[in-house]
């Protein structure tokens, strides 16, 4: 049995697929490889049919044609036959000594007969430029190298929650709750993170370095103009999520608390986004986003509307607006993202 199935999306990846591919291949047997070659017009295919017929009981590829990062996590995970499914964008890579450890410690999970529902690690800024690179880590907030509920977790800061570099969930629970992220839409790893939440009983957090999260690329979608170039797609993944649960109905207490702030993170990077575009049409739809929130979820709408973001979000006026945006520009120089 495999014991975690790797899905790498390829979107014209030629430059720098070869280095998350071979990050991964130490897991040997353990691990299989899916290479998703989303549509790509370069070399990407034959690259990746190369790497097949060299290890062909790890790496298998699918060509498919091009439906963006949610639609080839999709047919990544429909194709995926280890026990544990984790994402890592061509971009990126992983760390061969915290990966050799993560399969170690999911051996001894299944020798003990105790597999979790999810398995949490660290994840790395690979920023360009930067000497000192930022570690995301959980260790004030998650119990380590043991199962846990979310009865059993901290508090979580701002700049900790968890990610797509930093979960891999049961691949069959993905499959049990339909997961199927949508097609030719950016930001949709946080529906990924977002929807399997309240389908998690157990957790096991183990604390090393593992996913290189690779930033500064021009065209890379965290860059900051190319989210307000893409702000309706921002705008409809925290709509999905909005509708995707009423948070009252959510156990256990922490968990709630948890999916609660993290909303309340998707609508501060939302309406921030929307402000800094300096266009009138972004800010109607900053005020149509709030509204919706309302008339879909009102208790959960007065929590986040209220909040510090929610209210740091929504000072009223042009000058209420640059102190939105000069209190953000603080917050990213503290956090170091983009």
Not at 11 to 17: H, R, T
Not at 51 to 66: G, L, Q, R, T
Not at 249 to 270: E, G, Q, W
Request: hydrophobic content about 40%; aromatic content about 10%.
């Amino acid at each position: 049995m495999k014991l975690i199935s790797f899905a790498v999306p390829c979107y014209n990846s030629m430059d720098y697929m070869e280095k998350a591919i071979e990050s991964i291949l130490p897991g040997g047997k353990d691990v299989e490889i899916i290479i998703v070659n989303d549509g790509s017009v370069d070399e990407t295919s034959r690259i990746a049919h190369e790497y097949a017929e060299k290890h062909p009981e790890i790496i298998k590829v699918v060509d498919k044609e091009n439906g963006g990062h949610g639609s080839a996590v999709n047919t990544g995970l429909e194709q995926a036959t280890g026990l544990y499914y984790k994402v890592v964008d061509s971009d990126d890579w992983v760390n061969e000594d915290s990966l050799l450890r993560l399969l170690n410690m999911i051996k001894e999970l299944i020798a003990r007969d105790d597999i979790v529902d999810m398995i949490v690690s660290n994840y790395v800024y690979e920023k360009v430029g930067m000497v000192n690179k930022k570690v995301m880590h959980y260790r004030n907030v998650l119990p380590r190298d043991e199962v846990f509920t979310w009865d059993e977790i901290g508090l979580f800061h701002l700049d900790q929650y968890i990610l797509m570099h930093s979960v891999m969930y049961r691949t069959q629970l993905l499959k049990d709750i339909h997961l199927e992220l949508p097609k030719h839409t950016f930001y949709v790893d946080n529906i990924y993170v977002y929807m399997p939440l309240p389908h998690v009983k157990s957790i096991y957090y183990v604390d090393t370095d593992f996913y290189r999260y690779f930033i500064g690329r021009e065209d890379q979608s965290v860059n900051e103009k190319v989210m307000i170039g893409r702000i309706d797609q921002q705008l409809y993944v925290t709509k999905t999520m909005i509708k995707m649960y009423e948070l009252k109905d959510i156990t256990p207490r922490k968990l709630r608390k948890y999916m609660l702030n993290y909303l309340a993170i998707m609508m501060t990077v939302s309406s921030i986004l929307c402000i800094r575009s300096k266009k009138e049409e972004n800010l109607k739809k900053k005020r149509e986003l709030w509204k919706y929130l309302r008339r879909k979820d009102r208790k959960t709408y007065f929590r986040i509307r209220h909040g510090i973001l929610g209210e740091t979000m929504n000072i009223p006026g042009k000058s209420g607006r640059r102190i939105s945006s000069m209190v953000y520009s603080v917050v990213r120089r503290i956090i170091g993202f983009n």
